[in-house]
């Protein structure tokens, strides 16, 4: 199956770009997302890239994959302090059913 | 266009019992996956339903099941409850078939088990 793996902890100051990163292991992917949960809320979508994607800009956000090395990665330009959160890459694939597998999550602190 | 939603907002149960979660799916979706999320850890698959029958399952036991009702709402039962069980159980509702678009996810629900 699946692995997702992302380092634990991010800290930046405001107004500095952010860059979260994420590598899987099934190449079969179709989907790779980033999704943010806040404290004691669900997961919201951010933003997600199609596997033969190489990059992806959506306003303050640019995913990158690297689909050689299985990599993947969120950069959140000028980083606000609302921007604070747990960020979550996940995997999906199309093939019978989409299950969505997880990474366990980067927590991001956002220093004033 | 209504988001997904959950009920309840939080739940208490002791060891043994049976708890049903509910979950509403976004208008226009006719797919639900339900997701157990541990303290600390990112949320990981329980199953998926489609047209009212389960299309696919995770790693969970059978005491997991659940039901798609005909205007795609779900429910999530557990049985013989354990404390391990204790979570964030989150529902995402997806449109296409078998769930091939992208998830949206609700609020989730608070699950304690004593």
């Known amino acids: 199956g699946e692995d997702v793996e992302q380092s634990l902890f991010l800290s930046v100051r405001e107004g500095d770009s952010s860059v979260i990163n994420c590598t899987y292991t099934?190449?079969?992917?179709?989907?790779l997302y980033w999704y943010k949960q806040e404290p004691g809320a669900g997961l919201q979508l951010l933003t997600y890239i199609f596997s033969n994607m190489d990059m992806k800009q959506d306003q303050r956000l640019t995913v990158l994959l690297n689909k050689k090395d299985k990599h993947l990665s969120l950069r959140i330009a000028d980083t606000q302090t609302g921007d604070s959160a747990i960020y979550f890459c996940?995997?999906?694939?199309?093939?019978?059913?989409?299950?969505?597998?997880f990474g366990t999550g980067t927590k991001l602190q956002v220093i004033p | 266009e209504t988001g997904v939603t959950q009920s309840p907002t939080h739940l208490i149960k002791t060891r043994g019992q049976q708890v049903t979660l509910r979950c509403s799916s976004q208008s226009g979706h006719n797919t639900v996956s339900w997701y157990q999320q541990a303290l600390g850890q990112g949320p990981q698959f329980i199953f998926q339903?489609?047209?009212?029958?389960?299309?696919g399952r995770g790693n969970f036991p059978p005491r997991f099941s659940g039901l798609q009702f005909p205007n795609y709402s779900s429910e999530l039962n557990v049985n013989a409850l354990e404390l391990d069980d204790s979570a964030l159980y989150l529902c995402?509702?997806?449109?296409?078939?078998?769930?091939?678009?992208?998830?949206?996810f609700g609020p989730g629900t608070r699950l304690t088990v004593l």
């Open positions: 099934d190449s079969s992917s179709t989907y």
């Open positions: 995402a509702s997806s449109r296409g078939e078998g769930g091939t678009d992208t998830q949206y």
């Open positions: 339903y489609y047209r009212e029958e389960e299309n």
């Open positions: 996940a995997g999906g694939d199309s093939g019978g059913y989409q299950k969505v597998t």
